[in-house]
């Protein structure tokens, strides 16, 4: 098949998991176009069948703004034509499910057909799309996809409460693979914590949603009472509230700021427990990935986490905000060797049922149902 899979560039959750699809896809033999403002974060160009095309959005003083979304689904015309996609996969309705439309109708007029798949990821519905700036063109857009997919079944019913859709929406959560996090590598844990210490990690796009406050409150419980060190990977509009809160506690020399970081599973590898307190989390990607790791995860009950993390045995899950319980959690697999080892095993046991080869082939019978 020829796809053409239409992304987000960034190391948030979405853009991640288009750019491993299609990578694997091409792996398989099918032909991939990935069609974005930038190479997607992840993305191998040196592998066969893959090929990258950049939107050119050009500017004119006439333009308060510059009109991305038309230079968009120009170019998916211009890649289906010269390329002759099957079908497009759009990640997030809005803009990428509003504008392959567009080009599909454009498309239509020359008598070319381009089905359209779209993947739901999280703040395009939950945020984006219930603002009412958005949510007419969010719901349009969905309902003119041929296809909807959801990573979670609680993404699916907020999807479904708050627009009036008329599209099945079919769950399939994101992956990963699990043999990336399998691989030998050098442990460096001793340069992030002395022996005798425990590595707490948060790892995200350290918006407002991720409540990276509550992860520094958490920490500053646990090291009172567990010899421990925390870090944090990411980038985002709350490191100077991090970096107010590491000052207020006087955790200067147990807080580790890493910024992104390219190779996470290095990091990961060395820790004994991920905290993700989340007011928003549409799946939780960056749990699934700690549990692949082997490292349990601590995790609020928002939005579709709970159908990664299992309560009580990957994990624990607890009410957003309640930061004490959250230590205390922490506290007690910390405190206890045998139980964390136990929770590290169930963690690892519990990221093999999202397993890429489990899920990708779901996302094939979708392709394959749609086109013919």
Do not use: W
Request: proline fraction near 4%; charged fraction near 25%; hydrophobic fraction near 40%.
């Amino acid at each position: 098949m020829k796809i053409g899979i239409v992304c987000y560039p960034t190391y948030g959750g979405s853009g991640i998991v288009a750019t491993e699809l299609g990578m694997e896809l091409a792996m398989q033999g099918h032909c991939i176009h990935f069609i974005s403002s930038s190479i997607p974060a992840r993305l191998d160009v040196t592998l066969p069948n893959v090929y990258f095309h950049q939107v050119q959005a050009k500017n004119y003083p006439l333009f308060e703004y510059i009109p991305y979304g038309i230079a968009l689904s120009t170019l998916i015309v211009d890649i289906t034509k010269r390329y002759k996609l099957d079908v497009i996969h759009a990640h997030y309705a809005i803009p990428h499910a509003y504008h392959s439309f567009m080009a599909q109708q454009i498309l239509k007029e020359q008598g070319i057909k381009l089905p359209i798949v779209t993947t739901l990821h999280g703040t395009d519905i939950t945020l984006v799309g219930k603002h009412p700036t958005y949510k007419s063109g969010v719901e349009f857009s969905i309902n003119k996809s041929d296809i909807v997919t959801s990573v979670s079944e609680d993404l699916k019913k907020v999807t479904e409460d708050t627009f009036n859709i008329k599209k099945e929406i079919i769950t399939i959560p994101n992956f990963i693979d699990n043999k990336l996090y399998e691989e030998e590598t050098p442990c460096i844990r001793k340069n992030f914590a002395n022996d005798d210490e425990k590595i707490l990690i948060h790892v995200s796009n350290l918006r407002p949603v991720k409540r990276v406050s509550d992860v520094i409150e958490i920490f500053n419980l646990v090291q009172k009472e567990i010899k421990s060190k925390l870090i944090i990977v990411g980038e985002g509009p709350e490191i100077e509230n991090i970096e107010y809160l590491i000052e207020k506690y006087n955790l200067h020399e147990k807080v580790h700021l890493l910024g992104k970081v390219n190779q996470l599973q290095k990091i990961l590898c060395l820790s004994d427990v991920f905290l993700l307190p989340s007011e928003l989390e549409s799946f939780g990607l960056a749990a699934l990935e700690a549990m692949a790791s082997s490292t349990p995860v601590i995790t609020s009950n928002a939005g579709g986490l709970a159908e990664v993390n299992e309560n009580n045995f990957s994990g624990f899950i607890e009410q957003i905000g309640d930061v004490q319980a959250m230590a205390n959690r922490a506290i007690e697999l910390l405190s206890d060797e045998n139980k964390l080892n136990k929770f590290k095993q169930q963690a690892k046991q519990q990221a093999l049922k999202f397993d890429k080869d489990k899920i990708i082939p779901l996302y094939v019978k979708v392709y394959k149902k749609v086109i013919h």
